[in-house]
């Protein structure tokens, strides 16, 4: 083959080879629905073979470096590769029958979800800040489309319009912020900054307002608080499969990103003030998240705010900087994505006007109406609230084990007092779908094959991990152990 | 039968997976399923018996297989002297239950039969298991069924009860999961090797702060689970709202996976610790059986009366585990069973005249005597149960809880003795009042008398009620090695503390002399 750049060495094809077949694919189901239109049952399953093979491409590629050592394969990028197929796909189920209930369905949505996986996927391999960049804007032009797909319903278009006007502050943040560790480092490459950190002075103000603008940027993104402010109107407005996937893909794929910052800065993090930005981000993000959710009706408002307790928990393991961490966030994303969306999916299956609100009464009674979802939801919950023998106990405990072990023994107390809150606003989901009558005009549950799949994979995996978490342990510690080494 | 312990897990959980798949007009199959799948773990669970051996202290029968190596997590099962009849009360109260409510529940039947298997089988792996970590998921792992029982079967104010009950548990033994997962990380950093097991733990020489500690969170969940007198106010709320078997497990099961906690966990892993707070648990439990006994006193509803004295009750059980001694915890571990036993036939018993007159004040009856003979009898049974009459159940366990306390805590022994007159007082009342006298209501006279299903339930209570009473060694000799054990840790740990004071002392007044002190040897892991 001839050589196009000295940067595209022999063996691309090999390192964005998964990324490909998703940006083809994506392309193809947009000619395929625009052609076909009376196919366009068929656009939703085309979708899910795509995301299929794609998946399938991880075993055939082969690890390494590339691009002049600036995008990496290892076992981490191939965990939060399955765990962005994993939401991608849940939300595509659960799109499948939303968007034909809504006359809404075409090929656009499932292209965009498949960039937008493309971009999370550079995020997550970017061995550069300019490639974690580049992967960032991919994912975020994608979302803003996205979270507007609904474009005759106004609460969609405003939910995008915030995010959009968010977004694009967050991502100026980000650029400043990579400018300044550029005029630090003299670098925007993990591994060159991570020599220059070495030696570096940990008092140093430019570092220090370099790390403050890039975490701040990042935080828009992880929806953690005090940066948290457009999450509850745009999971709301969104269409709530794409709030499912909005709620956790997204967010694994910047953590993964901070962890690649963490670990170059790994010299100077004992020394700095850094950890104790971010646990106080962490501890905000628990007690605001918690204590907020507690007076939301609306379904998908309280799974933003809970969500948003959920990030601070997962930061808890970004403070032990280590092995153990990097295992727990991995586990916590891939448990994250089984059990939000699954929740954001029982609340699209409620058929009714999708610009009022998704209230609690709209679920009452659902565990006697619908026995299938009401069982799903209260798995889900249950989950969320981390109580045994869900996959939500087992991230929780390690993410509490990881503080326990690391010495941050209060972040992980409050972390537990928090928790305590949350019990009961998952709670007060159960008891609704139980113990509530359905008043009068209650939303209507659909019947339909692909979202009774996409709870049946939930659920299964939330038991699966719940139960014998240790594949996903191994896998997750190894290739924890390998990026750091 | 090999995995027997195992066996009686999951046969529940079999069943009540199969009960998901049958329709839901099928009222009478479901009923029968969950009827039989719990009567065959109860024979199942009556074969551990003859594998159990007398006069071995560890845990017996036992299974382990590795579960979540990583972290040093096993799924081990075993049985001991303190297990033993609480396990056996479980399989036998659960169709106890199931028989109770044939024709009382008519809501959602197939989710009820669900619920209570779930329940059973995490309340007999909370007794059975010998992993910490296992213990926590068995432990929350009840909560949800009984979180659903009171919330969709219960009275008119269900739902405030149902989740004060789970918020205050869930409270409770999200701090203890933080100690757990602390005890680990210590065990880890002693031995290099991640581990839960609870027989390497109580080799922790843990120094007295982390003890203090580590003592104070386990303590605070199972003092709520019992509940010790402060932290009861959920339990009337609970017992009041709940449906009659959901009151039946939860006073007679559920509150003792509290007591046992102290027995199994607070004591040997804490020793020290428990031995300097012992003395505020009695003063607590004494609290308990008094308050418990003049607050059940004054109740105009049947069903809080018993609610109260189960405060009063748990409190005696609370003061035999903290005095220390083999009488008074065996006493303890006795009454335990015993409280399962006559509680849960008065809720029963409550439960019954409820479904026919749908009232449970006092001032509602009167004469039932005359128009129910059958019932009246049964009662009167139960309710000399509780009392602790010679011959009868209560009297041994509140015996052996009183003479034990009062050759360590003799101002506690009198004192609590008192509540053993209280309950006379309240429960007599309680008979006297409902039962006897001219019938005052005309609606009190056509009362069916107790149904087939009902005494069906009973006899067997009644049953052990009169053979632990006449014979209580055939449970006793079981118990004792065990409890010698942990009496043992106890003690052992206490001496060490106060060797660890006296060294303490003698480095001081070194110190104080000027004499540099040599290093002295390790008196226990520290951090």
């Given at each position: 083959m001839m050589t196009l750049h000295p940067l595209i060495e022999a063996g691309w094809v090999n390192a964005i080879l998964p990324e490909l077949i998703l940006s083809i694919g994506g392309l193809f189901l947009i000619l395929f629905s625009a052609f076909l239109p009376r196919l366009r049952g068929a656009t939703a399953p085309l979708a899910l073979i795509v995301f299929i093979i794609a998946a399938l491409s991880e075993r055939m590629v082969v690890g390494g470096t590339f691009f002049g050592g600036t995008y990496e394969l290892s076992a981490i990028t191939r965990i939060f590769d399955i765990t962005f197929f994993l939401a991608a796909m849940l939300a595509t189920l659960f799109a499948r029958e939303y968007l034909e209930r809504e006359q809404i369905e075409s090929g656009e949505f499932y292209a965009l979800l498949m960039w937008a996986t493309v971009g999370m996927m550079m995020m997550a391999k970017g061995l550069d800040l300019l490639i974690v960049i580049l992967g960032l804007e991919l994912l975020s032009i994608c979302i803003f489309v996205l979270v507007g797909y609904h474009r005759r319903i106004a609460i969609s278009n405003e939910a995008s319009l915030k995010y959009f006007l968010m977004g694009a502050f967050a991502t100026g943040f980000i650029l400043y912020g990579t400018a300044l560790f550029y005029g630090a480092t003299r670098s925007t490459n993990f591994a060159a900054m991570g020599k220059v950190f070495a030696t570096a002075d940990p008092s140093d103000p430019l570092l220090t307002i370099a790390f403050v603008m890039l975490v701040s940027g990042l935080g828009f993104k992880l929806a953690v608080a005090p940066f948290h402010g457009w999450a509850p109107d745009v999971y709301q407005g969104a269409p709530s499969p794409v709030s499912g996937w909005l709620s956790v893909a997204p967010k694994a794929a910047t953590l993964i990103a901070l962890i690649r910052l963490f670990a170059a800065m790994t010299p100077l993090l004992e020394h700095g003030v850094w950890l104790k930005m971010i646990a106080a981000l962490s501890i905000l993000s628990m007690i605001v998240g918690n204590a907020v959710a507690i007076a939301q009706r609306d379904l998908k408002r309280m799974l933003a705010y809970s969500g948003i307790a959920h990030v601070g928990y997962m930061l808890i393991a970004l403070l032990a900087v280590g092995e153990e961490g990097v295992a727990a966030i991995a586990v916590y994303t891939i448990t994250y994505a089984l059990m939000n969306i699954g929740a954001f999916g029982v609340v699209s299956m409620l058929a009714k006007n999708q610009n009022d609100p998704q209230t609690l009464d709209d679920v009452a009674g659902l565990g006697f109406r619908h026995p299938f979802f009401g069982l799903a939801l209260t798995v889900c919950m249950f989950s969320l609230s981390g109580l045994p023998p869900t996959a939500g106990f087992i991230a929780k405990f390690f993410i509490f084990k990881t503080a326990i072990d690391s010495g941050h023994i209060a972040v992980a107390i409050i972390g537990i007092l928090t928790s305590i809150v949350s019990v009961y606003y998952y709670l007060r989901v159960v008891y609704y779908l139980y113990m509530k009558e359905a008043p009068e005009g209650t939303a209507v549950p659909m019947h339909g094959i692909f979202a009774t799949a996409a709870l049946a994979i939930s659920m299964l995996g939330i038991f699966l991990i719940g139960i014998f978490p240790t594949p996903l342990f191994e896998r997750a510690g190894a290739a924890a152990r390998a990026m750091l080494h | 039968m090999s995995h027997v312990l195992s066996w009686i897990i999951w046969l529940p959980v079999g069943v009540a997976v199969l009960l998901a798949f049958f329709p839901r007009t099928a009222v009478t199959p479901i009923k029968t399923m969950g009827l039989f799948g719990s009567l065959a773990t109860f024979a199942i669970s009556l074969t551990i018996l003859s594998g159990f051996q007398d006069g071995i202290a560890g845990f017996q029968l036992v299974e382990s297989h590795a579960w979540i190596p990583e972290w040093g997590i096993r799924y081990a099962l075993g049985v001991d002297g303190i297990s033993l009849w609480l396990v056996l009360l479980t399989t036998l109260l659960t169709p106890v239950v199931l028989l109770s409510s044939w024709n009382g529940i008519h809501k959602h039947p197939k989710e009820y039969v669900i619920s209570f298997l779930i329940m059973e089988a995490a309340m007999i792996g909370v007794f059975l298991a010998t992993d910490l970590l296992l213990f926590y998921v068995f432990f929350e792992l009840t909560l949800l069924p009984m979180y659903l029982v009171i919330g969709v079967w219960g009275g008119a104010n269900r739902i405030y009860a149902a989740i004060k009950f789970f918020l205050f548990t869930v409270t409770g033994s999200l701090l203890m999961l933080l100690a757990i997962i602390d005890l680990g990380f210590l065990q880890y950093h002693r031995t290099g090797i991640p581990d839960f097991a609870l027989r390497h733990l109580y080799q922790l020489a843990l120094p007295m702060h982390t003890q203090a500690i580590l003592f104070g969170a386990f303590a605070l969940a199972f003092a709520i689970k019992v509940p010790i007198f402060p932290l009861h106010t959920w339990l009337p709320d609970a017992h009041v709202e709940a449906p009659t078997g959901g009151s039946i497990i939860l006073a007679g099961v559920m509150l003792k996976m509290g007591t046992y906690g102290y027995i199994r966990f607070c004591l040997p892993l804490f020793p020290d610790a428990a031995t300097k707070y012992s003395r505020l648990f009695i003063v607590l439990a004494v609290i308990g059986v008094i308050y418990g006994a003049l607050v059940a006193w004054v109740q105009p509803d049947m069903k809080k009366l018993v609610a109260y004295s189960s405060v009063s009750h748990l409190g005696f059980v609370v003061l035999g585990i903290f005095a220390f001694n083999q009488a008074s915890i065996e006493g303890s571990i006795l009454q335990m069973v015993n409280h399962g036993l006559s509680t849960g036939a008065l809720f029963l018993l409550v439960g019954v005249i409820y479904e026919r007159r749908h009232t449970r004040q006092?001032?509602?009856?009167?004469?039932i005597a005359q128009t129910m003979p059958l019932y009246a009898t049964l009662f009167v049974i139960a309710m000399l149960s509780s009392v602790g009459l010679p011959g009868l159940n209560g009297f041994v366990g509140e015996f052996l809880i009183l003479a034990g306390t009062f050759q360590t805590h003799p101002a506690a022994a009198v004192i609590a003795a008192s509540g053993v007159i209280f309950a006379a007082i309240y429960l007599l009342w309680l008979v006297q009042s409902v039962f006897f006298g001219p019938v005052t209501k005309e609606e009190n006279r056509l009362i069916p008398d107790i149904a087939w299903n009902e005494i069906a339930a009973l006899v067997p209570l009644v049953l052990f009620m009169v053979w632990i009473g006449v014979h209580p060694n055939t449970f006793l000799n079981k118990m004792t090695p065990s409890v010698q054990e942990v009496i043992n840790k106890v003690q052992s740990g206490g001496e060490r503390g106060q060797m660890m004071l006296t060294e303490n002392a003698a480095r001081r007044l070194l110190a104080a002399s000027g004499v540099k002190p040599a290093a002295s040897p390790a008196t226990g892991a520290g951090r």
């Open positions: - | 006092l001032a509602d009856y009167g004469g």
